[in-house]
């Protein structure tokens, strides 16, 4: 018989951290209120990763106003492909990607067809603070379109894949891509559809799949399987990871890259309150590694060693 | 950021919290008497004293013992009842007299006291410190027999009460020797052996007095004042009867007046005659723990809500049911993990509930919600700006609840109109974050975090008007501090969410 839920204490035995103990144990012990404003407005976060020269996608433009809305034409004129976003939003709200002109005529990522009026619709939307916590004005920005590694081509359906590791006071403790599909029309947000793949940090493997919660071995649009496979750059990508953890300073810290087919990996965004689905995804809670590391008095300066740490924590 | 973790002091204060607060609900209820059911309903005495007199045609003078310091009993109401006299009462010590004096009384004069009251836990104490009485000089033989009485009794005795005890058994006992009968016969009713009785403990000191009270049972009429000892050990008065000995008040005993002083004094009148009468009935409790609370030397019940004027108290029966939505709501999020739009929406469509019962309310939220979607769903292709865009969202809701009560009222459905205290604004803004929802994540989770919220919104109904919690809420709106202990402690549990327990499942499985 198929269980239709688990106990606490099955949970607490698997090492499943909870929403509740992730807010009031990590999230409110380590991740220090001051610093939150660095990671909620992206366009600090990129100034930010840029002096301490992380990699990240190029910037085009901010748009502060409406004015600077209706003058925009001069700027899809230069980028036909881009991505707008809002400085301040959250969990992948409000990102219109548009990926070629025809014309006067622009298409979406999805291949659908939007108006220049359309666009200024949005980037005034995301002005006026729709898409911001707590509706609070925002900017917009406008970025260069990731061309992403056609390494994940058959195990995506259109969008970009991301790729999201939990770094805990400079550690990587877990790692996860997530797949779009068809479902979650191209966008690689779990609660939409799209599919998370554990990482093996040791050696950058996929492991488990899971759709829905559920585990999946075949991605449900390209039918091909998504274990097992090794992501390219691993190290790369670990150490950009603890790289953005230790410009920023926060104690615990989801880390969102993307693999650009031309300039490798790039940070998108940083989460002060990455979820907990990345423990699905790896069939694997995410206690045991933050307990052991909380309890840790010294932290090595050194990333590279941190990176050994995790990895030799995981075998 | 430090890696040890600080103990923190939540605990401590939600335990104080609740301590204080439960401590305090029930000091009231134990000691004050406060009910913890709304139908709880108290006995109440009514006993009326019918005073009558022929007047001289000269002036007159009327002093009347009234109640003061009633054991057992709650005074609630108190009239004095005289047409052409002026009233002035007066207090000494363990007594109240109320004097009735008028320029000219000539004919039938009628006057009336009205005592309600009710049985009450609340202790009280006397304040008369009496001092020890002088040994009397008795006559003989009487005060041979006294002193071969004191003898026999100080040998069966330790202290004041076993004393008494001791005495009033051989004075009332069925085969009295000679001593005894010679004593009893210097008195010849209850009230002359109880001074008697007095007379004998001076023998030995004791001091001692008489109280008058009279027996609340039934109703009855022609009720008489009957005399009880009272005794002083040092520390308090012990009460006795004089002739079966039991010691203590009755329970059904009424205490009127203490000591020797006449009941009633008549000046400048004759035919003076009072009789005393007694109803029972019933009330609410409440109103008698409030009308007792006004008497109570206490800051708690000073405190009570209950001495609001009526308007004043309706806005407090609302206002305090809101936190423990507030409650409800956390306990909901937190421990349940159920997803709603905004954190208090869901508490502030259940307030609106309240005036439009809970099918109609649900059925017009759904109504003007999905309405409202669908006009916003064609605002969005106008592309306005948010603030704008807002603001018609909200005028089109008032719109909708303007068209729905003109077509219900037309049908003849009053209630309908109960509609315009929806909060408007809540409606706009649930209508706007519900589409932004539908067109980013799809109308799945819309749809469930509609869903969630209304869920939510009926819990919280049923909770704000549970006839019971209101109830508790505003008669020991100490309860506050117990929600908040109760919310400071959720704010820092850590354990599962019963949604979580569903959404990893699969898990349990692993290691």
Redesign the interface.
């Known amino acids: 018989m198929k269980m239709r839920f688990a106990w606490p204490w099955q949970l607490r035995k698997a090492g499943i951290m909870g929403i509740n103990e992730r807010n009031a144990d990590f999230i409110m012990r380590f991740n220090p209120r001051r610093l939150y404003p660095l990671v909620d407005d992206k366009l600090k976060t990129k100034q930010l990763a840029i002096d301490a020269g992380i990699a990240v996608p190029e910037l085009y433009a901010v748009l502060e106003s409406e004015h600077e809305i209706q003058e925009i034409m001069p700027l899809l004129d230069k980028h036909s492909e881009f991505v707008m976003k809002p400085a301040q939003g959250s969990g992948g709200n409000g990102i219109l990607v548009v990926g070629g002109r025809l014309g006067k005529q622009f298409t979406k990522a999805s291949g659908e067809p939007i108006t220049v009026d359309q666009i200024r619709h949005h980037a005034s939307n995301v002005l006026s603070g729709m898409y911001s916590l707590g509706g609070h004005p925002d900017k917009a920005l406008l970025e260069y379109r990731v061309r992403f590694d056609p390494f994940f081509e058959h195990i995506t359906y259109k969008g970009v894949p991301d790729i999201r590791v939990i770094v805990f006071r400079g550690i990587p403790v877990a790692a996860m891509v997530r797949l779009p599909t068809r479902e979650s029309d191209g966008k690689a947000n779990l609660h939409q559809g799209a599919i998370g793949a554990g990482i093996d940090l040791a050696t950058g493997h996929t492991t488990f799949c899971v759709h829905h919660n559920q585990e999946v071995t075949l991605h449900p649009d390209t039918g091909q399987p998504m274990s097992g496979i090794q992501i390219p750059h691993w190290d790369q990508i670990l150490r950009l990871a603890v790289g953005c953890a230790d410009t920023v300073g926060l104690g615990y810290l989801g880390v969102d890259l993307v693999m650009d087919q031309y300039l490798g990996p790039l940070m998108l965004e940083l989460n002060a309150r990455p979820g907990l689905n990345v423990q699905l995804a790896n069939k694997r809670g995410l206690l045991k590694s933050l307990r052991r590391w909380s309890e840790l008095e010294e932290i090595p300066k050194c990333p590279e060693e941190r990176i050994r740490m995790a990895q030799s924590a995981i075998h | 950021?430090s890696?040890k973790?600080k103990s923190s002091p939540v605990r401590m204060w939600a335990m104080i919290l609740l301590i204080t607060g439960l401590g305090i609900a029930f000091y009231k209820s134990e000691f004050l008497g406060i009910p913890t059911t709304p139908e709880a309903q108290a006995e109440v005495w009514t006993i009326q004293a019918r005073i009558s007199f022929k007047g001289t045609g000269g002036p007159a003078k009327l002093s009347f013992s009234v109640p003061y310091k009633t054991p057992g009993f709650l005074k609630l109401d108190e009239d004095f009842i005289s047409s052409r006299f002026g009233l002035t009462t007066e207090t000494e010590r363990d007594n109240q007299v109320a004097n009735w004096a008028v320029r000219r009384a000539r004919g039938d004069q009628l006057l009336y006291y009205r005592l309600s009251v009710a049985r009450s836990e609340y202790p009280i104490e006397w304040s008369i410190k009496p001092r020890f009485p002088e040994v009397p000089q008795y006559e003989e033989p009487y005060g041979q027999a006294i002193r071969a009485i004191l003898d026999d009794v100080r040998q069966a005795s330790a202290d004041v009460e076993s004393y008494t005890r001791e005495l009033l058994a051989q004075l009332n006992t069925q085969q009295p020797n000679e001593n005894v009968e010679l004593i009893r016969k210097r008195a010849t009713n209850q009230e002359e052996w109880v001074r008697e009785i007095i007379n004998v403990l001076k023998g030995v000191k004791i001091p001692a007095r008489e109280i008058w009270g009279m027996t609340v049972q039934d109703a009855r009429n022609n009720v008489q004042l009957t005399p009880l000892l009272q005794v002083h050990n040092g520390k308090r008065w012990i009460t006795y009867h004089p002739t079966s000995g039991a010691q203590g008040i009755p329970d059904d005993y009424l205490v009127w007046s203490v000591g020797q002083n006449p009941l009633v004094q008549l000046e400048g009148g004759t035919d003076l005659k009072v009789e005393f009468s007694i109803v029972k009935s019933y009330q609410e409790l409440i109103e008698v723990a409030r009308k007792g609370t006004y008497q109570l030397d206490s800051m708690f019940a000073r405190i009570s809500l209950l001495a609001l004027p009526v308007e004043d108290q309706n806005v407090f029966r609302l206002l305090l049911m809101v936190p423990l939505g507030a409650v409800l709501m956390v306990f909901l999020r937190?421990v349940v993990?159920i997803s709603t739009f905004g954190t208090f929406m869901p508490i502030l469509i259940a307030i609106a509930f309240r005036e439009t019962q809970l099918v109609l309310g649900l059925v017009m939220f759904t109504v003007i919600v999905s309405i409202g979607l669908m006009i916003r769903f064609y605002l969005e292709r106008l592309?306005l700006?948010?603030?704008p865009r807002l603001a018609s969202i909200l005028i089109i809701v008032v719109l909708l609840m303007l068209v729905i009560s003109f077509i219900t009222n037309g049908m003849g459905a009053e209630r309908f109109l109960s509609i315009a205290l929806f909060p408007m604004v809540i409606l706009a803004m649930t209508i706007e974050r519900m589409s932004?929802v539908w067109e980013?994540?799809?109308a799945g989770?819309a749809m469930k975090e509609g869903f969630g919220s209304l869920v939510v919104a009926c819990m919280g109904y049923l909770v704000m008007t549970n006839e019971y919690l209101m109830y508790i809420m505003f008669v020991f709106p100490e309860m506050l501090l117990v929600l908040l202990g109760i919310s400071l402690m959720m704010g820092?549990?850590?354990?599962?969410?019963l949604t979580?327990?569903?959404?990893?499942?699969?898990?349990?499985k692993?290691?």
């Open positions: 950021m890696a973790k937190t993990g592309m700006l948010l603030v932004i980013e994540n799809g989770t820092r549990y850590t354990g599962y969410r979580e327990l569903v959404r990893f499942k699969d898990m349990a692993y290691k």
